[in-house]
T-cell receptor
């Protein structure tokens, strides 16, 4: 069975500083990996995905994520955080031939001015 | 614009009552999903459907039922057997022809037991 761990419930950064939101996963075989963002009382929005190839994936709003197969990690990063980046972030994993994704418990990102 | 519409946005259920949450998509997606979100617990899969007239139980299907009679629609019924239904419910869809695609989510329905 697949699983996702987001080890930090909360990440706090100052505006303009780099941010990292961590994600590790467990799955049989090669996975698809995703990051989503959720604003209060809204559905999740897709940010980026890793399929294969380059380990650094670029997505929406200046976010990127680094895939590390040996560490089974897929950390979300942004070089310079904005206050508007404050939200709840979810990592998800889906095995290549599976129809459903498994989500982590989410990490609340707070960017302070 | 294509997307997923969930209704109602807020729903109140009395004890012992069944309620149905609506999910409609015009994205021509084959796969549809229902997740439940509770604070600090992330998203948990209730049911999913990869094709019309077929659906599978997720991790927490007890007390819930679904139907998939049309490609566009995947309603979720919360039955009286679900003892703790207060939560935020999210519907999602995915292009069944592309396994690498992410989900498109609706805006959610917040269900409260009164």
């Amino acid at each position: 069975a697949q699983s996702v761990a987001q080890p930090e419930d909360q990440v706090n950064v100052a505006e303009g500083n780099p941010l990292t939101v961590k994600c590790t996963y467990s799955v049989s075989g090669n996975p698809y990996l995703f990051w989503y963002v959720q604003y209060p009382n809204r559905g999740l929005q897709f940010l980026l995905k890793y399929i294969t190839g380059d380990n650094l994936v670029k997505g929406s709003y200046g976010f990127e994520a680094e895939f590390n197969k040996s560490q089974t990690s897929f950390h979300l990063k942004k070089p310079s955080a904005l206050v508007s980046d404050s939200a709840l972030y979810f990592c998800a994993v889906r095995p290549l031939l599976a129809g459903k994704s498994t989500f982590g418990d989410g990490t609340t990102l707070t960017v302070k001015p | 614009d294509g997307g997923i519409t969930q209704s109602p946005k807020y729903l109140f259920r009395k004890e012992g009552q069944n309620v149905t949450l609506s999910c409609e998509q015009n994205l021509n997606h084959d796969a549809m999903y229902w997740y439940r979100q509770d604070p600090g617990q992330g998203l948990r899969l209730i049911y999913y459907s990869q094709i019309v007239n077929d659906f599978q139980k997720g991790d927490i299907a007890e007390g819930y039922s679904v139907s998939r009679e049309k490609k566009e629609s995947f309603p979720l019924t919360v039955t009286s057997a679900q003892k703790n239904p207060t939560a935020f419910y999210l519907c999602a869809s995915r292009n069944g022809n592309s396994l690498s695609d992410g989900y498109t989510f609706g805006s959610g329905t917040r269900l409260t037991v009164v």
